[in-house]
């Protein structure tokens, strides 16, 4: 595999020509904050929290979606990108209604984790404060919209590593809800084998395992790569 | 009634024929999964809208998950999952039409049919829809009533026609 060579925030830095610029980052141990992004699962670009600037680009640029390029000037922590940063994260909490003090997840959650990391002391946006059901009709696990991210991971996770898609995504905006089947009760959905990939991908409180009360939640989510890692050994 | 769309006759004889045409499309496309879309236009095209049986069996016969189906069919605005109502009335919230007061006219006919943009009335008359861009700019406002466009849409004027659908008999 051919070698690029770039800098990151002025760091001289080699990659693997198709590693991202999170995967090089992170090999030189840069940080860079992610959300939708779960090793072992495919790249959706969809939460903006890993945008970098890129000299010579006028756009930002998600981290977990762009490959190394030979000569790349990469800055990840601008004061530009703070501030995007922390906006994006004060709208995830103003769509949903997050409260930390009786989440299961209470933490061991990324949401809550990112907040921290980013500096947010308060929300600058009104909170939409939907309307949104909680699903315990599974028998084992049980899903609380008021908490979901729309990240997709359970989705992509459901899908590429245990190759069912129970879910997905209905409708659009702020009126986007996640869906098993049919938009029928997960407990309900066929296509469910009950394997508890989704909760082990899903970086909130929203799926949650039945039993488990606020702040006992605690899942490994690093355990998805460990799956697919040991199943392309295999192959 | 002198306007019956196609889907105000569901004989057994009409099902079996639209049945027949969407088996026809989906063969068409091979049943790729990627022709979903199309699938699913005709199939609102002959039915007038989706339901959760058309869209479980059209799931089966493409080989994709119900969910992803269900994703797609809610995604679009075109696609509906409920009745929609014996008359249409779309109103082009586009930029060209924004600019020239769609909004008001859009408020005006929600004030005049008690309907929220996106709805039917209870009695099945009318559907109060919205749109972004018909491709008809240049006579901005536009509102199709019925598949027919009106340009330079005024606002009592089209409260007027509103009026007259909901009070057919
Ligand atoms: S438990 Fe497994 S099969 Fe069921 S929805 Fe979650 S990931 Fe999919
Ligand atoms: S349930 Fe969890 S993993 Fe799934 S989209 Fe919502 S936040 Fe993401
Ligand atoms: S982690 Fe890159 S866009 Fe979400
Ligand atoms: S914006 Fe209404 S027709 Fe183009």
């Given amino acids: 595999m051919a070698a690029r060579t770039l800098t990151i925030n002025g760091t001289l830095i080699s990659a693997r020509s198709n590693e991202t610029v999170l995967e090089a980052a992170r090999e030189a141990g840069i940080s860079i904050p992610t959300l939708c992004h779960l090793d072992g699962l495919s790249?959706?670009?969809?939460?903006?929290l890993c945008l970098v600037e890129i000299a010579g680009s006028p756009k930002l640029q998600p981290a977990c979606h762009t490959t190394v390029t030979e000569g790349m000037e990469v800055q990840t922590d601008t004061p530009?990108?703070?501030?995007?940063?922390?906006?994006?994260?004060e709208l995830l909490f103003a769509e949903r209604n997050h409260i930390c003090a009786v989440c299961v997840a209470s933490g061991h959650c990324e949401l809550q984790q990112l907040a921290v990391e980013v500096g947010m002391s308060h929300v600058r946006y009104e909170y939409l404060s939907p309307d949104c059901s909680v699903d315990i009709s599974h028998a084992r696990f049980g899903i609380d919209h008021n908490r979901c991210v729309l990240c997709t991971r359970c989705v992509r996770a459901c899908d590429e590593v245990e190759g069912v898609h129970t879910w997905d995504i209905a409708g659009r905006g702020t009126n986007a809800r996640l869906i098993t089947d049919l938009n029928v009760p997960w407990g309900e959905a066929t296509s469910c084998t009950s394997c508890g990939k989704c909760l082990l991908a899903c970086p909130t409180g929203a799926i949650f395992s039945r039993g488990s009360t606020v702040a006992e939640l605690e899942r490994d989510a690093s355990r998805i790569a460990t799956i697919v890692a040991a199943r392309n050994e295999r192959w | 009634m002198a306007t019956a769309s196609p889907r105000e006759v569901p004989?057994?004889?009409?099902?079996?024929?639209?049945?027949?045409?969407?088996?026809?499309?989906?063969?068409?496309?091979?049943?790729?999964?990627d022709a979903l879309i199309e699938v699913l236009h005709k199939a609102q095209e002959l039915y007038g809208h989706l339901t959760e049986d058309r869209l479980l069996a059209i799931a089966h016969s493409l080989h994709l998950p119900p969910s992803r189906v269900y994703g797609v069919a809610t995604f679009y605005h075109f696609f509906s999952l409920t009745p929609q109502g014996e008359h249409s009335c779309t109103?082009?919230?586009?930029?060209?039409?924004?600019?020239?007061?769609?909004?008001?006219?859009?408020?005006?006919?929600?004030?005049?049919?008690?309907?929220?943009?996106?709805?039917?009335?209870?009695?099945?008359?009318?559907?109060?829809?919205?749109?972004?861009?018909?491709?008809?700019?240049?006579?901005?406002?536009?509102?199709?009533?019925?598949?027919?466009?009106?340009?330079?849409?005024?606002?009592?004027?089209?409260?007027?026609?509103?009026?007259?659908?909901?009070?057919?008999?």
Avoid: F, W
């Fill in chain 1, 43 to 48: 790249e959706v670009g969809a939460c903006r």
């Fill in chain 1, 80 to 89: 530009r990108l703070k501030a995007h940063r922390r906006a994006i994260v």
């Fill in chain 2, 11 to 33: 004989t057994d004889q009409a099902n079996d024929k639209r049945l027949k045409i969407l088996e026809a499309t989906m063969k068409r496309h091979q049943y790729r999964a």
């Fill in chain 2, 91 to 169: 109103v082009c919230l586009g930029t060209a039409c924004y600019v020239k007061g769609a909004m008001e006219l859009l408020a005006a006919l929600e004030a005049e049919s008690g309907l929220r943009a996106g709805s039917t009335s209870a009695d099945r008359k009318l559907s109060l829809l919205t749109a972004r861009c018909l491709g008809a700019c240049g006579i901005a406002p536009a509102v199709i009533v019925d598949g027919n466009v009106t340009g330079h849409a005024d606002p009592e004027v089209m409260r007027a026609r509103v009026r007259a659908l909901l009070d057919e008999e």
